[in-house]
């Protein structure tokens, strides 16, 4: 495609998607599309990868292929290719899908490839949006109150306070467009919630929030059990910490339900008692079902991009896709550049 027709299709598709990245793809990503086809009517998608495999596909999901226009590629980045290696790969499934973000032919991408040249490829081909020095990756997680969006996750190690009020911009505007909350509140993570408490840029980037257009919404310092208590819609940390609470929490739920599962199923009376309990547990499980919280999203850059897990099932990858629309429709872009001109983070 010529740099002219790119500029008389700019945003001819809503999303771009790596049809062959994660470890069931590409059956899974088309059959994530089926039902997107639903949730989204008219929704126009670029879905990039081997031709040979995906036609027979969409033959047997016809909702799919009503809503998909595949752009043929059979080179693909393996889970455990590392980014280095990636930026060199010419063509792959997933450069591809950045690729048209960048130039415009599409506002977003989502695959469930590797998630390390997914981030290396964003920031080399999409860039980070003018303001903005680092991306972070962001995720919705489950509370006592409801959901809440957690940043950084993982792709920035080490912050300095500005960075933190960025993220904090960003996780405003995330929260907005896909929890859909007018005026989230905002907390950093913290040792204590005391003013005192912390390093140097943790009490630099507080003062800036406590002066800034964000200050009705911030909260102040939060700790560690703050985070499942939902006393925030939005906490904001750095990469290194933000990804050791992550996978901490993602161990104590597979830790409680292993608990329950031990509980229940041994005896008689354990037996008798997961009769009474079985339909709170069921509410608690759809409640808790990772699939609803599949999508951490790279934010900060000039399009949407977002990762899904790489072992998704087909209704995770479509909510995976969900999170890009939300994102999209509801001006998160447009959010992040409002919120950054609006504070001082000198």
Same mark, same amino acid.
């Given at each position: 495609?010529?740099?002219?027709?790119? *500029?008389?299709?700019?945003?001819q598709?809503?999303?771009? *998607?790596? $049809?062959?990245g994660?470890?069931? @793809? /590409?059956?899974i990503?088309?059959?994530g599309?089926?039902?997107?086809a639903?949730?989204? /009517? =008219?929704?126009k998608? %670029?879905?990039?990868?081997?031709e040979?495999?995906?036609s027979?596909l969409?033959?047997?999901y016809s909702?799919?292929?009503g809503? &998909?226009q595949?752009?043929?590629t059979?080179?693909f980045?393996?889970?455990?290719?590392?980014?280095?290696?990636?930026l060199?790969?010419?063509?792959?499934?997933m450069?591809m899908?950045?690729?048209?973000? @960048?130039s415009?032919?599409s506002?977003?991408v989502v695959?469930?490839?590797?998630s390390g040249?997914?981030?290396?490829?964003?920031?080399?081909?999409i860039?980070?949006m003018?303001g903005?020095?680092?991306?972070?990756?962001a995720a919705?997680?489950? #509370?006592?109150?409801? +959901?809440a969006?957690?940043?950084? %996750?993982?792709a920035?190690?080490? &912050?300095?306070s500005?960075?933190?009020?960025?993220?904090?911009?960003m996780g405003? @505007?995330?929260?907005?467009?896909?929890?859909g909350?007018?005026k989230p509140?905002?907390?950093?993570?913290?040792?204590?919630?005391?003013?005192?408490?912390?390093?140097?840029r943790?009490?630099g980037?507080?003062?800036?929030?406590?002066?800034s257009?964000?200050?009705d919404? !911030?909260?102040?310092?939060?700790?560690?059990?703050?985070?499942?208590?939902?006393?925030?819609?939005?906490?904001?940390t +750095?990469?290194?910490t933000g990804?050791?609470?992550?996978? #901490?929490?993602?161990? @104590?739920?597979?830790l409680v !339900?292993k608990?329950?599962?031990?509980?229940?199923?041994? =005896?008689?009376?354990?037996?008798l008692?997961?009769? !009474?309990?079985?339909p709170?547990?069921e509410?608690?499980?759809?409640?808790? +079902? /990772?699939?609803?919280?599949?999508? $951490?999203t790279f934010i900060?850059?000039?399009g949407?991009?977002v990762?899904?897990?790489?072992s998704?099932?087909?209704?995770?990858?479509?909510y995976?896709?969900d999170? $890009?629309?939300?994102?999209?429709? !509801?001006?998160?872009?447009?959010?992040?550049?409002t919120?950054?001109?609006?504070?001082?983070r000198?």
């Open positions: 495609m010529t740099a002219q027709s790119d *500029i008389q299709n700019q945003n598709y809503d999303l771009a *998607i790596d $049809a062959m994660g470890d069931y @793809a /590409p059956e990503v088309v059959k599309l089926e039902i997107t639903i949730r989204h /009517p =008219g929704i998608i %670029l879905l990039i990868g081997d040979k495999k995906l027979p969409l033959e047997s909702r799919a292929a809503i &998909c595949i752009q043929h059979d080179i980045i393996p889970m455990e290719m590392k980014p280095t290696v990636a060199k790969l010419k063509n792959s499934s450069r899908a950045m690729e048209s973000v @960048a415009k032919q506002k977003g695959s469930a490839g590797n040249a997914m981030l290396a490829l964003a920031q080399v081909i860039k980070t003018p903005i020095a680092r991306p972070a990756m919705i997680a489950p #509370t006592a109150k409801g +959901d969006v957690m940043l950084d %996750l993982g920035n190690v080490s &912050c300095d500005r960075n933190l009020v960025d993220f904090a911009i405003n @505007a995330f929260a907005k467009a896909v929890l909350l007018p509140t905002i907390g950093l993570l913290n040792v204590g919630s005391e003013e005192l408490k912390g390093d140097e943790l009490r980037a507080a003062e800036v929030l406590r002066n257009s964000l200050s919404q !911030f909260y102040g310092f939060v700790e560690g059990h703050d985070i499942t208590a939902g006393t925030t819609n939005v906490v904001v +750095d990469g290194f990804n050791i609470a992550l996978k #901490t929490g993602e161990g @104590a739920f597979k !339900f608990l329950l599962k031990q509980i229940y199923g041994s =005896g008689i009376r354990g037996k008692g997961y009769l !009474f309990v079985r709170g547990l509410r608690m499980r759809e409640w808790l +079902d /990772p699939g609803r919280y599949n999508g $951490a900060g850059l000039n949407v991009v990762k899904s897990h790489g998704a099932d087909e209704e995770s990858f479509a995976a896709i999170v $890009a629309m939300d994102m999209i429709k !509801f001006g998160f872009y447009e959010e992040i550049l919120g950054l001109s609006q504070v001082n000198q």
